[in-house]
Structure formats: structure tokens, C-alpha cells
């Protein structure tokens, strides 16, 4: 079948349907899922396209909520066209692009609207868009809503742009009156400048320098005021990147208070550990900090027990001199890895270890990110009306992260050279196929997703 090609049909003897795995054939139609047939009441009509994947696993292409695409603005780090190709190569059919660091940030309409024309004709996957919540533009938050954009983040610390700044108490208060009864949700880059012992003193080639300089207590305090602002205002929170497995106790207390609180956590925290992390090794760098082993498999306990609601990439990459490998000081380094491509390998390939099954790898990544960003009546999910994306990939087979098998702009990335289970085979996005063992089609079919107003955001 030709790359770009409507698919009728998508044929294999492991369709994961709700949380069973079967034979199935799902059938599409005009983009959407039409039906999820059995293999033996499934007649094909003498014009379908029916795509025979074999034993390969169908299921729900990944939704990506936490992407960093860097456009406009700073197009050597990364851009649409790259960050998207990426995103199908790793079966993800769906981005949201966050507020920074483009420039200018989506923190105005004009802004959105400039982000918006700059993606146009660019995008091989489909992408929504987070606006931003900075000091002094409180009232460009509901014309954004209006607009379509999924929701706001802000920073409790500097964000290492200065484009971006991170707001304070006032600012806070101040967003939270402004989204309270818009039915948006408003994100938060928990870390606190609240950590008295900062002078850098040891050796700053060794991660552990640039660990203690980021301890736990600054996401445990900042996370202390979300959940106050949670469950004041009512507004929908969101935590991104929790590295932390320290407030956790906060997190559940305040849902069991009442407060409408979600939380994420990332591929490279469940992946790596701060034990491993070379002297100099820059490319490990991101904040939070990747913290000690013992941690990462609390982070893990708290995914299975449903304590952290999904997983994402952060995929925030940067050129090569910006990680200072010539010296390997990791406190001068950008703080950020790169990983869209490889979220749903490197996920499987500890999860499946751990007791985690196929329906987990969709509710974490597919079904509760499109919740977040209001796409899953769409998105994150195979049954009929859903918009037809699937990830067509093979759990047992085995590969190696290869610089040349990279598409993100910048190759520089903690897991080169790293073996992982779990290849996609092939990307279909909305019926139509996009990637196929390494080649996309000739032209970007993604679409932007903005977000409808709910109907409690007529009166806006």
C-alpha cells in the first residue's frame, strides 16, 4: 500500500479492543472508525484498501501532550516539520505544542495566531496547542480559550528563557479568577526557588553537583501551592513532569479533598536513574532533575496504583553547543532531553517488565492525554466515530536508537546507542498512512486541533 493512501480497513490477529486483545478488523470510514469487525464477519469489498498487518498489535495511536516544538522562532532546535515526522515515526499521531520556547511564546491571540501560520503545511501528525500564563497578560487568556488553544502553562521557577517568565503568587491568583467557569486547565511547572543551599560547590561535570542543586523539596513546596490554588479556585491543575515521587502524599490528599488535580510523569524519569549518569554526560540534563533509582520505581508504584495519571515525552531538544559537551558542565547546560520519537519503546520496554499490559500503555498514553487537553471524544481511543489514528507496532521485536534512524532535528539524546522492545510498524492518521518502516509520505496530512468551547465558555 502507497504511503499517503486512504486505508478501508486495518486487519490483525491482535486489535487491542477496550481491554481485550483479538483478531479483529477495524474498518474506516471518511477518517473515522466505522465499525471493529471480527475477522470472520468482515467481507471485503473489491475497492477496499484493507492494510493485513499480520500479527502485529492495532491499537490507539499515542497523543503526546507535552512537546516542545520550538516554532517560531528557534527552528535550529526543532520545528513542525521535523518534531511531527518524529511523532509518526514513534507511532504518535497527536501533539500539543507547548508555549514555549518559540518566539514570540503563545502568550497572546496575535501570538497563537502567528504559531498557527507558521505550522500550516508543515505538520505530519495532528497537533493542538497549550497557551501561556506569564506576568501581566491575565486578559489574553479567554480570548486564547476562544480561539482554541487546550489550556495554559506557567512556571513556579525560572523557565531558562527569559521570553517566558514564571509567575508569582499575585499572578497566580490573578490567572485562577480568570479561568475559573471556562472549563480550561491550567498547567504548572512545579519546582520552587525555596532550596537555601544553591552555592554550586562541587564538581559541576558531576551530575550529582547539578542533582543537589534541584532536591526534592522544591517540587514538594511548589506542588503545595497548586494544590491550595486546586482547591480554592476549582480550575482544573495539571502538574507537569512530576520527577519527584516525594509529593505524592499532597497530590492524593488534595483529590481526595475535592481539587480537580491531575499529574504526569516522563519517559526519561522512569527510564534512567541519576546512578547511571556519566561524569559530563550533558545530554542527561533536563528539569527536574532525573533522580536515584529508589525513586523511579516509586514513580512506578504510583503509576500502577493510578497515584500519576499518564505519560509524556517532554520532548524539548536544543542544538548541540547549547548541551556543552566540550566541558560536560552540567550546570550550564540546556536542561532537556529529547524522546518524541521513542516514548512508546521506551515505555514498553520497562513497563512490560513491571507487570504493566497493552490496555495500560493506552490509558496512559493515548486515553488520559487526550482527556487532558478535552480531545477524547476524538482522540486516545478505537471505537466507532474516533477519529481513525493507529499505531500498528511489534511488542516482542527488539532495536537499537541508531543516530541515522533518528528524525527529531538535533540527534543529541540520552538514549543513543540504547536497545529497546517495542517497533512501529506503521502510523495511520485519520485514515491514512503515514509511516511505513522508516518512510512517510510525501506531504504533511495533519491538521491543527482547536479546541471547541465548552458550553459553559458561551458567556466568554
Given at each position: ?126 497537533v493542538a496547542f497549550w497557551g ?291 517497533a512501529v510498524r506503521a502510523t ?33
Amino acid at each position: 500500500m502507497e504511503l499517503g493512501s486512504t486505508v478501508s480497513a486495518v486487519r490483525s490477529t491482535r486489535v487491542l479492543v477496550g481491554d481485550q486483545v483479538r483478531p479483529a478488523v477495524v474498518v474506516i470510514k471518511d477518517g473515522k472508525i466505522h465499525e471493529i469487525a471480527s475477522s470472520c464477519s468482515f467481507s471485503e469489498d473489491v475497492a477496499c484498501q484493507v492494510l493485513d498487518v499480520g500479527d502485529s498489535v492495532v491499537m490507539p495511536g499515542v497523543v503526546d501532550c507535552h512537546v516542545h516544538v520550538n516554532e517560531p522562532g528557534r527552528t535550529s532546535w526543532e520545528g513542525f516539520w521535523t518534531a511531527t515526522r518524529a511523532a509518526a515515526a514513534g507511532g504518535v499521531t497527536t501533539i500539543v505544542d507547548m508555549p514555549l520556547n518559540s518566539i514570540p511564546p503563545t502568550t497572546t491571540l496575535d501570538n497563537f495566531h502567528e504559531k498557527l501560520r507558521e505550522a500550516t503545511g508543515k505538520c505530519f501528525v495532528d497537533v493542538a496547542f497549550w497557551g501561556g500564563v506569564v506576568p501581566g497578560n491575565q486578559l489574553h487568556l479567554r480570548p486564547m480559550i476562544q480561539a482554541g488553544v487546550a489550556g495554559f502553562k506557567c512556571f513556579l521557577i525560572h523557565s531558562g528563557v527569559d521570553e517566558f517568565p514564571h509567575v508569582n503568587d499575585s499572578d497566580l491568583h490573578t490567572a485562577m479568577k480568570q479561568l475559573q467557569g471556562t472549563g480550561s486547565v491550567l498547567l504548572f511547572h512545579a519546582e520552587r526557588d525555596v532550596w537555601e543551599g544553591k552555592g554550586e560547590t562541587g564538581d559541576p561535570c558531576q551530575y550529582s553537583t547539578f542533582l543537589q542543586s534541584r532536591p526534592d523539596v522544591m517540587e514538594t513546596e511548589a506542588i503545595r501551592v497548586v494544590t491550595e490554588l486546586c482547591l480554592q479556585y476549582q480550575v482544573r491543575c495539571h502538574i507537569v513532569h512530576l520527577s519527584s515521587a516525594k509529593p505524592l502524599k499532597l497530590i492524593e490528599e488534595a483529590r481526595q479533598a475535592g481539587a480537580p488535580l491531575t499529574v504526569e510523569t516522563t519517559h526519561h524519569y522512569l527510564s534512567l536513574c541519576a546512578e547511571d549518569i556519566p561524569a559530563g554526560a550533558t545530554q542527561f540534563k533536563c528539569c527536574p532533575p532525573i533522580r536515584g533509582s529508589v525513586n523511579r520505581e516509586q514513580l512506578w508504584s504510583a503509576l500502577k496504583a493510578g497515584q500519576i495519571d499518564m505519560v509524556v515525552s517532554d520532548h524539548s531538544p536544543c542544538t548541540t553547543d547549547l548541551k556543552k559537551l566540550d566541558s560536560g558542565d552540567f550546570t550550564q547546560a540546556w536542561g532537556g532531553i529529547s524522546s518524541l520519537q521513542f516514548g512508546l519503546s521506551l515505555f514498553w520496554s520497562s513497563a512490560s517488565k513491571r507487570g504493566f499490559q497493552l490496555p495500560d500503555v493506552v490509558r496512559l498514553l493515548s486515553q488520559k492525554t487526550a482527556q487532558l487537553c478535552c480531545l477524547d471524544s476524538r482522540k486516545g481511543c478505537l471505537a466507532p466515530s474516533y477519529d481513525a489514528d493507529l499505531v500498528v507496532w511489534d511488542p516482542e521485536r527488539e532495536f537499537e536508537i541508531q543516530e541515522e534512524n533518528i528524525h527529531h532535528k538535533n540527534k543529541l539524546t540520552p538514549y543513543l546507542g540504547l536497545k529497546l522492545q517495542g517497533a512501529v510498524r506503521a502510523t495511520i492518521l485519520r485514515g491514512r498512512l503515514v509511516y511505513e518502516d522508516g518512510s512517510f509520505c510525501a506531504e504533511p496530512l495533519g491538521k491543527h486541533l482547536l479546541i471547541p468551547q465548552k458550553t459553559n465558555q458561551a458567556q466568554l
